[in-house]
């Protein structure tokens, strides 16, 4: 890894003058004579480098913020649109959110739409293969894109929905090999980012910390997410 950015990102908070010194002597050899000098602080460099990196994964300090939905719930959908996609928008809250929060993002089916399965495992599988923002992007795409149901009389009705055109209307293309890949694996366990919790009731399911919260019970988050977040 690229040793300037793994110091900025990792060694501010831990030993960072230390690590500091040693990638300076690393990256300017005229400050040592000596190349074994050269070397065994290049070394020592890097060990620490490692270290700091594996630390800084490891104790993720970071509030986990869980969200359960289904894309053929209009309810989720009204919910990514209206809550999660403006916050996101924010390039403040953005950072903070990316600061400060974990984002565990699960796609479960919960209505009876034939094609409810498949339309969450793309998203499951944009979740596990893409960068955040990437995967925000593509989610707001798809849930003002995806119309699982239509409005008739005393009711809804089942729709299809053009998943391959979707896909490709909303997902990264240098992403779609791998994607394609995902999507066509017979093995979800390895994209569905947690198991839902035991009290699980509906959807969408909101998990900020150890706070549950749902349209049923305690709906803040669900109603008014940036309060919440703001408190």
């Known amino acids: 890894f690229d040793l300037t950015v793994s110091c900025e990102s990792t060694c501010s908070q831990v030993f960072s003058m230390f690590c500091l010194k040693y990638v300076i002597l690393v990256l300017c050899g005229c400050l040592i004579s000596s190349s074994s000098k050269v070397d065994k602080t290049a070394s020592e460099a890097t060990a620490l480098l490692s270290t700091a990196y594996r630390t800084s994964k490891k104790d993720d300090s970071r509030i986990s913020f ?51 399965p498949l339309l969450n495992k793309v998203l499951n599988c944009a979740h596990h293969l893409l960068p955040l923002p990437d995967f925000l992007k593509s989610l707001f795409c798809w849930e003002r894109t995806v119309e699982a149901w239509v409005p008739v009389s005393g009711g809804f009705q089942q729709q299809q929905v053009d998943v391959p055109k979707v896909t490709m209307q909303c997902m990264p293309q240098q992403s779609m ?38 349209m049923a019970t305690n709906a803040s988050a669900i109603y008014h997410l940036k309060d919440v977040l703001s408190a």
């Open 66 to 116: 869980k969200v359960i939905l289904d894309t053929t719930c209009s309810d989720c959908q009204q919910w990514v649109i209206e809550q999660l996609q403006p916050l996101w928008e924010d390039a403040a809250f953005r950072q903070t959110f990316q600061t400060s929060y974990k984002l565990g993002f699960l796609a479960h089916s919960v209505t009876k739409h034939a094609q409810g």
């Open 177 to 214: 090999q791998r994607l394609s890949a995902c999507i066509s694996s017979t093995s979800t366990a390895d994209i569905e980012a947690f198991e839902l919790p035991a009290d699980f009731a509906e959807v969408p399911w909101v998990i900020i910390g150890n706070s549950s919260y749902s």
